[in-house]
């Protein structure tokens, strides 16, 4: 019969893989673990890592802008003014 690990065993299993230098292969023959599974659980795990630290929020200031911005653009030499 399979055991039915919680989140946090498994989390616990894949800290002790990653500080082991083992490959996945002794490590799950050694905690009788399929090595399938664990393959699964480092592929989630990582993914979920790495996208929870990729997110980062950045805090910006802006000036006021005005209504009416003067924007000129110069094309070939000619010089085009548009307001905005």
């Known amino acids: 019969m399979k055991a039915i690990l919680t989140q946090l065993e498994k989390e616990k299993l894949?800290?002790?893989f990653k500080k082991s230098g083992k490959t996945q292969a002794q490590f799950a023959q050694e905690n009788g673990l399929n090595v399938k599974t664990l393959s699964r659980w480092i592929y989630k795990w990582h993914h979920q890592t790495k996208t929870a630290s990729e997110v980062k929020f950045v805090e910006i200031k802006t000036t006021a802008v005005t209504p009416i911005n003067?924007?000129?653009v110069k094309k070939s030499g000619r010089l085009y003014s548009l307001l905005v």
């Open 70 to 72: 003067d924007i000129r």
């Open 14 to 16: 894949l800290e002790q």
